[in-house]
């Protein structure tokens, strides 16, 4: 990701922006402006419960009549926007965009009474009652509306009467964990039992029941003369008054014959296999046919392995389910769709025949991306060039090649004088993803219920700086796969780096010649094993709280260190000018080769408050050891934070470690070992795809080993919390449809290298420029 970043001064234009802000304020401080004469504006809506068993977020859901949406928890925006619209025009841009004024309505407050009334009686409370109150404000034409639930004592299931018609679905249930689910002494409440509802129907689609429903289960309840307990009839029989066979619904299927329908790229989806235009090919193995045309193959094996399906099986919605997430994860088909059709039974054996229809995406894609750059102020130009194609060996192989050039403009200071360079970087890179194990994976058999991918990946990049050349040659073998629809594995079996760097700058070596970080810049070989475990329950077509959360570890050179010990290899040995060794360490390759192990976890959480606004919270730690061959982490596999993603008080790599504090003339580039981060950001709507926030950050980062001679770098566990920085801002959110563009403006509140005052800002000492910096970036920052 790239992004922009620089110091700029913020009081320049502080009145323009004060008395705009105040002329904006004072337009529309008449609140009432579109408020009929003899009708009120709702000014505010509360609702007050006296049970904390009743969910107030589901209970103010209920409520037809709201206030106005507000920002910042009291600021009404968008009917400001709406009142600055002229009285006397009827559309108009600002009424597009902004929210007209909620006026009471006395019928809508009847149907919130009854709304919540009815969700407490959902809930177990037959007693519940409900008021709302009025409190006018005749003269500012206000109202607000106050809704007082009581719900007296919630009535508890006494006893489940069960009424089974069939003899094997009342075994299947009796004898599965659903049953559990609902039990004598649970408080009554309708959201349980529909969600046990759906749960029995899943149980029985899975075992077989086609034409099962949840029409086909009724709860019925009596609450008469039992003292706040409710009996509870559970029927399970077929529906009355359907299109379907009552003989079908308790009758398990079994799967028959397959026919699958791969159209052309640019045919219509609602072709079927009868077109003998379109396919031209018709292949048959097992109880599967396969229809697909000359331009587009697949193998039958393909099909195999991601349906997981065969005649006999007993029909299973859950298996269903999974042969359609396991196409679309494929990256091969725009549309796929899974059908049944019964055929006669053979010997008293219900059949169905599966049909699958499938329609590809572009076998070839390439496309051309060019951005602007900007890192620590100096501005450049990048471009990425990626072609893609996705049956590359007929197999439903993605290969995916991609080449990037980039250029930046760097001040650059040496020997005190400040020069200009153009830094260089060129890579390519091309990656081949495989549906199915190879190598080692294969034989884990048990990853084959998980669909993985093999993923192979090969790349070379080039940077030239002024400081040094350096070059890395990578080779990354491993898996991809999902566990659950929400959780992603990725273990790279072999995640494989070479790093030269030449050319030095004499200056920058000079600089660093005392610093642990020298070691850095050497030559190194990683010869990794990496794991990654993500989840995310984020769907972009709902606004609701998600959850994501990443763990990773990775472990580096200990197969090599094994290998050189039993085959008893010599130690190179470095010897500096007056003869001394150095360093001993053992090479691969003729390259010293990094040995170290590292782990680090994420987490982030949003809360949806309303769909103006939402709270988003985030926490990082990481720590990573090198041991054994090489006594510093690699320069590429540091810690760093600042810049559009970490702390944007502060540009990125300039923070830390600990208290220690760079030199103006130092390129912003300090790393550590251990990195600890948390984030707070508040983001609410503006206008039409303009989102804003506000945001508070927290961390730093730290060096673990006693040679880093970096003052107040070193992590210690009585002082490190002493030394978190802080920072906060405001920023802007463009949603454009494809991509998301953020700008974001931190200002330092706690700066770690700072010892007076315990390095608080506000109220200490004068706000400087160099307190504030600008970030420009593509994406949410988490």
Known sequence: MHL????????????????????????????????????????????????????????RALIKQ??????????????MLYNLSPKNKEGGWLKRIGEPPQIYNEELKLKSEEQLLQYAYSKGFFKASVTGEIKKKEKKRKIEVVYNLKTGEQYQIKQINYQIKDTVLQNLYFNSPVKAELKPGDAFDIEKLEKHQLNIVKLFRDNGYYYFSKDDIKFLADSSNHNQQV????????????????????????????????????????????????????????????????????????????????????????????????????????????????????????LLDCYVRLAPLNKQSTSFDLEGTNTAGNFGIAGNLTYQHRNLFRGAEVFQLDFRGGVERLQHMSNGVLNYFNTTELGVESSLMIPQLLGPGNF?????????????????????????????????????WKSTEDIRNIWNVLDYNKVNVFNYDPGFIEGIKDFY??????????????????????????????TYARFNIESSGNL??????????????????TGNIQAEYYQFLNTRYAQYIKSDFEYSHSFSIDKFNSIVARTFFGIGIPYGNFDVLPFEKKYFTGGANGIRAWPVRSLGPGTYKASPEEYPNQTADIKLEGNLEYRFKLIAFVEGALFLDVGNIWAINEKDNRTGALFRINSFYKQLALGTGTGLRMDLTYFILRLDLGMKLREPSV???????????????NDFNFTFAIGYPF
């Open 517 to 546: 970080i020298k070691s850095s810049f050497t030559d190194h070989l990683i010869f990794a094993m990496n794991y990654s475990w993500v989840f995310n329950n984020q769907r972009w077509s709902k606004v609701k709280n998600y």
């Open 231 to 350: 009996k509870v009839d559970l029927l399970i029989r077929p529906a009355a008054n359907t299109q379907i066979d009552s003989s079908k619904v308790f009758r398990r299927y079994y799967l028959n014959n397959f026919y699958i329908s791969v159209l052309p790229g640019n045919a219509p989806v609602t072709i079927n296999r009868d077109s003998t235009s379109v396919f031209s090919d018709t292949l048959k193995w097992g109880n599967s046919t396969l229809y697909q045309n000359k331009h587009v193959r697949y193998p039958p094996s393909l099909f195999d392995r991601t349906m997981r399906l065969k005649k006999g099986d007993l029909f299973n919605n859950s298996n269903i389910e999974s042969a359609f997430i396991a196409f679309n994860r494929l990256r091969q088909f725009r549309f796929v769709d899974i059908q049944f059709s019964e055929i006669p039974a053979v010997n008293d054996t219900s």
């Open 66 to 79: 709201k206030e106005n949406y507000k920002i910042l928890g009291f600021f009404k925006f968008h009917l």
């Open 755 to 769: 010892v007076e005052n315990r390095g608080w800002i506000i109220g200490n000492r004068q706000i400087t420029n």
């Open 560 to 577: 090599l260190h094994l290998i050189s010990l039993m085959t008893d290899k010599n130690k190179y040995q470095e010897i500096d000018s």
């Open 4 to 59: 922009y970043q620089r110091h700029i001064s913020i009081f320049g234009g502080k009145v323009f922006v004060s008395a705009l802000l105040f002329g904006l304020i004072f337009a529309s401080c008449n609140p009432v402006k579109f408020v009929p004469e003899d009708k009120y504006l709702v000014s505010k809506v509360q609702v007050t419960v006296d049970n904390e068993r009743i969910n107030m977020e589901s209970a």
């Open 444 to 480: 884990i058999k048990q990853f084959d219920r998980f669909l993985p991918k093999t993923v192979i990946t090969v790349g070379y990049n080039y940077q030239r700086r002024p400081e040094y050349t350096r070059t890395i040659s990578n080779l990354k073998f491993g898996y991809d």
